[in-house]
């Protein structure tokens, strides 16, 4: 009798033979394959094991996997790995009214200096009417593991607590887990390695 994973093995390699790709490009796809199954299944146990919610699960052409990360109602940032990138980034997105921009701009120095000590680079954008903090730290395949994620996860979460420090009573939106600015980011910042 034949297995749930005989049958898959079996439609994968049906679909295999009826395709014009190469041998080389079918174990690319297949290893590709097997490190998202293997990525998500870690992501998701560390995150399960450190009562941590995932939601807004996103993969497409440029993102092997997207999760928001929240605990309870904070929201902690995202975590997206790119099919070619070499690891995982943790970010999140900071956005601040333009009128409080001279605040940030005065603390600018210290601030980028703080994250970066802590393994956190920052890239401002102004628009209009914000300035858009992207925060983000990146953790290569081969060190990621509970400790890496919850130690950069720590570190992200001091330097968006260190920026919305310096407003004072101001408006300040963290949009990461909102899902469509932390994709659109992860999205952005995949395509671009």
Known sequence: MATKTDLLRNHILAFLSNNTTTVTEDLEALSQCAAHIRNR?????????????LTGFLTNDALELYY??????HDLGYISKGWEDPGFRIGDLVEIDLWEADILRANTPHTIRFCATNGIA???????TTVALHLDGV?????????TFLKTLDSLNA???????????????????????????????????
């Open 122 to 128: 920052m890239t401002i954008q102004e628009t209009p």
């Open 68 to 73: 928001d990360i929240t605990r309870g109602r």
């Open 139 to 147: 953790i290569y395949s081969e060190g990621f593991n509970r400790d």
């Open 159 to 193: 330097c968006a607590e260190k920026i919305h420090a310096l407003i004072p009573g101001g408006r300040h939106d963290r949009h990461s887990p909102s899902g469509y600015f932390g994709r659109r980011l992860a999205e952005a910042s995949a395509r671009s390695h």
């Open 41 to 53: 299944m870690i992501v998701e146990g560390i995150a399960r094991n450190r009562g941590f919610s």
